[in-house]
């Protein structure tokens, strides 16, 4: 008896079920989420209770939605950001004096035990921007990522997809670049030293070049797929590619990246090859309508170049799955569905072509520069919600409180607990 019970909870353990391996398309970075603050005690007696109420319960909306599974709940959580946005607002105010009141607290998602306290409403203003930005950029994964692809190897994603995706690349952009420009400045200094990485300068301004490379790699997409798009359109599309995501790389090299952090690096890294390959077959196929027979050779190293790199971001691809936390290698679409398929079928022309040149050059004929364009993808403007009414109210304005109203209070604390 105790034998086949002890081997049943022993088969218990082994079939309970792993969580699930998630697939990414459009990098999220790790989601940070608030935690539960009581406003009441650090506020008591400088503003109304109907204020702290108001605000407590919207506050409480945000902790309850980004508490469950969030990537089913991004409406839901997207609308209570925005309900409380205004409210927060009326913190900042500061005729009220209340900016550095309030502890407030947040949590990595994936390392549980990582919280920052910080008593700071623009710390608080930033998570909640920064927050938004996050949803935006898993909503545009969502959008990409079909978990009932059969294919394994190749996904359809529809052009309106594409197009859904890369407005809400740009929304997260611009919701980061808010951050950047218009809540770091607001910040003393100490409060910036104690951000977290993922809301320090670098790591922000990366996501938000990050996003910008993506929308233009599903702007390369949709010209692949379009007839009317000429090879200029889609060489200039897949170099400003390399260009943002060169940008993102260099803006994270002055942080400070933990090992959990390291799997941004990774991404842009692979992003930053398959570009780089599509860079290279294009500008190949340019030169290669050219009527110099240098330009046919100099096509033929572009072409060339483009498979090794195509290699290398395989590996590359790779890498970033492996890191923690684990992701499922995804299905090849948009432009590159179409490249692994065309990039070695023209090299192994060319090599057929051109592999006699080859073999007999001593010295490798340099790799010709891929030619720089300006970027055209900008971040969406956004601007802060006007602050909620409640503040220019009488009742909110900042109180003193009487004995007896704070006896008051503390009967109304000990009812609520």
């Known amino acids: 008896m105790g034998c086949a019970a002890s081997s049943s909870s022993s088969l218990h353990r082994r079939r309970r079920k792993r969580p699930p391996v998630s697939e990414v398309a459009v990098f999220v970075p790790s989601l940070r989420i608030p935690l539960p603050v009581d406003l009441a005690r650090h506020l008591r007696g400088l503003v109304s209770r109907h204020a702290l109420d108001t605000v407590s319960a919207a506050r409480a909306r945000v902790v309850s939605s980004a508490s469950e599974n969030v990537s089913s709940n991004v409406l839901e959580l997207r609308r209570s950001l925005e309900e409380y946005l205004p409210l ?23 390392v549980q035990k990582n919280e920052t306290c910080i008593a700071s409403t623009w710390y608080e203003l930033l998570s909640v921007v920064h927050m938004m930005a996050m949803m935006a950029l898993l909503e545009a994964n969502l959008v990409i990522v079909h978990s009932d692809s ?17 407005d809400l690349l740009l929304m997260a952009s611009g919701y980061l670049e808010f951050c950047i420009r218009h809540i770091l ?78 799997k941004i690096l990774l991404f842009i890294k692979w992003k930053y090859l398959e570009a780089k390959a599509a860079a290279y077959y294009f500008h190949g ?47 090849a679409w948009g432009a590159m569905k179409h490249l692994h398929q065309k990039i070695p079928e023209l090299a192994s022309k060319k090599c057929q072509t051109y592999g006699y040149l080859f073999e007999e050059e001593k010295v490798p004929q340099p790799l010709p520069d891929l030619p720089e364009f300006s970027l055209s993808l900008r971040p969406d403007d956004y601007e802060l919600p006007d602050i909620d009414a409640m503040w220019d109210a009488e009742t909110c304005q900042p109180q003193v409180q009487t004995l007896k109203a ?12």
Not at 150 to 166: G, L, M, P, R, Y
Not at 186 to 210: F, R, S, W
Not at 311 to 322: G, V, W
């Open 185 to 262: 400045v607001h910040m003393p200094l100490d409060v910036k030293k104690n951000l977290p990485g993922e809301l320090q300068e670098g790591t922000l301004e990366a996501i938000a070049t990050q996003a910008l490379g993506q929308g233009t790699e599903m702007q390369l997409g949709l010209a692949v797929e379009s007839q009317k798009a000429t090879l200029s359109v889609k060489r200039r599309l897949a170099c400003e590619q390399v260009s943002y995501f060169a940008q993102a790389h260099y803006c994270l090299s002055g942080c400070d990246i933990n090992e959990h952090e390291k």
């Open 285 to 331: 196929q340019m030169l290669d309508k050219g009527s110099a027979p240098s330009d046919h050779i100099s096509a033929a190293y572009c072409i060339l170049a483009a498979e090794e790199l195509l290699i290398d971001s395989k590996r590359a691809c790779l890498c970033f799955c492996l890191a923690a936390p684990v992701t499922r290698v995804p299905p």
């Open 150 to 166: 059969v294919d394994v190897c190749e996904s359809e994603v529809s052009e309106d997809c594409k197009k859904t995706a890369i």
């Open 406 to 417: 704070h006896l008051e209070d503390d009967v109304y604390e000990i009812d609520m607990a």
């Open 88 to 110: 927060l607002l009326g913190f900042t105010k500061k005729e009220f004096r209340l900016e550095f009141l309030v502890e407030f607290k947040w949590r990595d998602v994936e």
